[in-house]
């Protein structure tokens, strides 16, 4: 397949080597022209804009921060859309609101592009491994088209949905995780608090209903102090945003949702933003009197 | 003097009639006709757009819902920003985002030598018709000295707090405690008749001490009186919320009681309650326990 990459950061550059590794025709585009260099070493080639990389591909992924980033690239000046070659698929697997999702799926199909949002989990580890978990939204004959290039780069891909579903499953996983990782901190600082070992708290959790994986990897990263990222608090942070943003167009009630997001402004403001997001470990700790 | 004014709704058609009643010459424009009929009624001139309103005055003031329509208006085709004349003002009395506020602010300058004032209010409907209204200004003070004779017919307190933005995040904390002190003061209230003991008669005892507050008055005898016709709507301190905690967010913040109230705020949009008074958060806390 003729695929475009456009984003080769921490998520970008490790997923686009496990298309061209699987022996897809790979052209890439990067803000920065360094970023390219790993790819282009690799037997990728560089196109000058995102619209000269969509003149000479079938499939354009996009792996960008945000909303705004992934605006400019599809629809800005010499973005994707500005190519305007009918049968193309826009594909977007940043993390975005799902409503902004389904904005660029109409604004992209109103010139014959087809887009599907699929956003992805399991970090920069699952993307060198190529055993992302990819959620999908939008059209299912576009989505069986990409499925192969999925394929290279995830394990566990799922169609959730009409357009804005795959983001609505990633905001989803960021409840879920966000909040876990809070809840793994805080259980972890209560028995170090109450005078009881944490790792062997931990332990005793791991075989019952407590379990889960964020007890495992999370967890033993917070017993170990290493708070090198993985997945930036920023991120996290940005993500919890996109959660209560969707919450307030809804109307939804999420008590404990909102109170992680301000743990997470929390982490950012004071200084923790760039620290893999089990840093929240030092925030409670902070509040608990104890210097880290 | 020549004024303008833009949005004549709830707010804004007191606020308008004040200056026509103390000899302004006044120049208005709403999106729907309509609400300019009062005015007209009254003596004010009816333009087209708001470009005309800009063009045959001094001053203008916009009352406007949200940040869109204020940007739209001072920015947009046929906006204030094509008719002013160099060294005209905007005050812009509307409740909007203070990062949005600081850009308006800058473009206004750059683009016509226009200063702008934000000038949000306290004080409802009431404090507008009584010419009562606590009046929170951000902008540079010589500015604000030019216009402090118009905004004396409008409120009783008036405050300059500091530099552009700084009117809307003063509003932005009145906000956060007024509604935060609605749910509390729905919550006491709650657990009284939940513990079979009379609200009015708590509501009558806290009055006089520690307690008491202009929340307890006002909103706390509308939950007594089982009152929740608007006041002011809900729905409009929910958008307010969205300013408070987007700020939070973009500053790195923790807010953890106003995210609370945020999402209660939430559920009550979701009930279909928005334009009720904001009163009705007890409403939403006997819907936690089935009683719709």
Request: glycine fraction near 12%; hydrophobic fraction near 50%; include cysteine.
């Amino acid at each position: 397949m003729k695929i475009g990459f456009i984003g080769l950061g921490i998520m970008g550059r490790p997923m686009a080597l496990n298309l061209l590794r699987a022996g897809h025709q790979l052209t890439v585009w990067a803000r920065r022209a360094e970023s390219m260099q790993p790819l282009l070493d690799a037997g990728a080639s560089a196109a000058a804009s995102p619209a000269a990389l969509a003149e000479v591909a079938d499939v354009v992924i996009s792996m960008v921060a945000d909303a705004p980033d992934v605006e400019q690239v599809m629809l800005g000046e010499q973005g994707v859309a500005s190519a305007g070659r009918p049968g193309l698929i826009a594909v977007d697997m940043s993390t975005i609101r799902p409503a902004a999702a389904r904005a660029m799926a109409a604004h992209l199909l109103a010139r014959g592009i087809d887009f599907l949002d699929a956003p992805v989990s399991g970090g920069e580890v699952g993307a060198i491994a190529g055993t992302l978990s990819i959620m999908v939204g939008g059209g299912v004959a576009a989505f069986e088209t990409v499925r192969p290039a999925f394929a290279c780069m995830g394990h566990n891909i799922v169609h959730v949905g009409d357009s804005g579903a795959g983001q609505v499953a990633k905001a989803a996983n960021q409840i879920v995780t966000g909040v876990g990782v809070l809840t793994v901190a805080e259980a972890l600082n209560f028995a170090a608090r109450s005078g009881v070992d944490p790792a062997r708290v931990r332990e005793a959790l791991l075989g019952g209903f407590a379990y889960s994986k964020i007890l495992e990897n999370h967890g033993q990263r917070m017993l170990d102090r290493n708070f090198k990222p993985g997945f930036k608090s920023w991120m996290h942070q940005k993500d919890m945003n996109i959660v209560m943003q969707s919450a307030h167009e809804l109307g939804l009630c999420l008590p404990v949702s909102a109170a992680t997001a301000q743990m997470y402004n929390a982490m950012v403001g004071s200084g923790l933003g760039e620290e893999d997001s089990i840093a929240i470990l030092k925030l409670l700790e902070r509040l608990s009197g104890v210097d880290s | 003097m020549r004024l303008g004014f833009i949005g004549l709704g709830v707010m804004g058609r007191p606020m308008a009639l004040h200056l026509l009643r103390a000899g302004h010459d006044l120049a208005v424009w709403a999106r729907r006709p309509a609400s300019c009929q009062p005015l007209l009624d009254a003596g004010a001139t009816g333009v087209g757009t708001p470009a005309d309103v800009a063009r045959r005055a001094e001053v203008v003031f916009t009352m406007l819902t949200a940040g869109v329509d204020v940007q739209q208006v001072t920015l947009g085709p046929d906006g204030l920003a094509a008719g002013f004349a160099a060294g005209s003002v905007l005050v812009d009395m509307s409740t909007i985002a203070p990062q949005l506020a600081r850009t308006l602010a800058q473009e206004l300058l750059a683009r016509c030598t226009v200063e702008m004032l934000d000038a949000p209010v306290s004080g409802g409907a009431q404090g507008a018709i009584a010419a009562t209204l606590a009046i929170m200004v951000g902008g540079r003070a010589r500015v604000l000295e030019r216009v402090r004779p118009l905004l004396e017919v409008l409120g009783r307190t008036l405050v300059h707090v500091g530099d552009h933005g700084a009117g809307q995040v003063a509003k932005a904390c009145n906000q956060m405690l007024m509604v935060a002190a609605i749910q509390a003061v729905a919550e006491a209230l709650h657990l009284s008749r939940a513990a079979g003991v009379a609200p009015a008669g708590v509501r009558q005892a806290l009055a006089g001490g520690s307690a008491g507050s202009r929340v307890l008055d006002v909103m706390g005898g509308r939950m007594v009186d089982r009152d929740f016709v608007a006041g002011v709507e809900a729905r409009l301190h929910h958008k307010d919320y969205a300013i408070v905690i987007g700020e939070a967010h973009r500053l790195g913040v923790p807010l953890p009681v106003s995210t609370q109230v945020r999402q209660q705020l939430n559920a009550l949009m979701a009930m279909g309650w928005g334009q009720n008074d904001t009163a009705t958060l007890l409403r939403v806390l006997e819907a936690m326990e089935g009683a719709v």
